[in-house]
């Protein structure tokens, strides 16, 4: 691939996984219940949103908290992306609870991955999720293009890496839950691709979370070049091209 044909795949592989990505941010669960403007729920809601952007950062880059006493207590969790700086961790979650208490304006629990990306991780619920597996809502996508080398020699390289990378993953620290890496391919092309989890995971729940999310972009996406698999407690994302950031979170 030549520097300008690589450059354009970039930008075009850029536009559509942010435009899909700021369209499909939020999820409001209705099952769960609702809550009125001037209720208790409400204020400890709009008490604990508030305090994340801050706390994420102070965290290392995930934080749990919950506010008021039951039954308005409201549960809260957020991580940003392993690799995200400081400062875009902070900014991505202060810009996702501004958007999820728009179009969430009255549902007791909510998820959101942020409106851009690299993404950042907000749950909120009024039962205790802290070490709670979910992993509906699922997003996938693809870049649109697909593999034209030997699919085979393609496949066997792809499931090395990643299932090398979420077994990594699976087995990080109860702050961070996370692996990044690369594998050569014969065309002098190189695969790129991360996992993380929710810190508060178990080792099981995030590599069966892991798993889950390479079985799903096998099932949709098999033959694309490059796609996500976000789900509420895991991530999955690769490539060929190197889209993380240079540095850890925060």
Not at 82 to 108: E, F, M, W, Y
């Amino acid at each position: 691939m030549t520097r300008s044909s690589s450059t354009l795949y970039f930008l075009i592989s850029l536009a559509v996984l942010i435009q899909t990505y700021s369209s499909r941010a939020q999820f409001c669960f209705d099952t769960t219940g609702n809550f009125t403007s001037n209720s208790t729920y409400a204020t400890n809601r709009e008490a604990v949103l508030s305090s994340l952007s801050s706390n994420v950062v102070a965290h290392d880059g995930s934080y749990a908290t919950s506010e008021g006493e039951d039954p308005n207590t409201v549960y809260a969790s957020t991580y940003c992306r392993g690799d995200t700086s400081a400062d875009t961790c902070s900014i991505c979650v202060r810009s996702a609870v501004a958007d999820l208490v728009v179009k969430c304006p009255n549902q007791k629990a909510a998820f959101s991955w942020g409106t851009g990306d690299p993404p950042c991780f907000i749950r909120y619920s009024d039962t205790p999720i802290f070490g709670v597996l979910q992993t509906q809502p699922t997003l996938r996508v693809k870049n649109g293009a697909n593999i034209t080398m030997n699919q085979d020699q393609f496949d066997a390289i792809w499931r090395n890496l990643t299932r090398r990378l979420a077994s990594e993953a699976g087995e990080g620290s109860t702050k961070l839950k996370f692996a990044k890496g690369q594998a050569n391919l014969p065309d002098n092309n190189t695969i790129y691709a991360l996992f993380q989890c929710s810190p508060d995971l178990s080792p099981s729940d995030c590599g069966g979370c892991l798993f889950q999310t390479i079985d799903d972009f096998d099932m949709c996406c098999h033959e694309s070049k490059g796609g996500v698999v976000y789900k509420p407690s895991c991530i999955f994302r690769w490539d060929l091209w190197k889209f993380w950031e240079s540095s850890r979170s925060p």
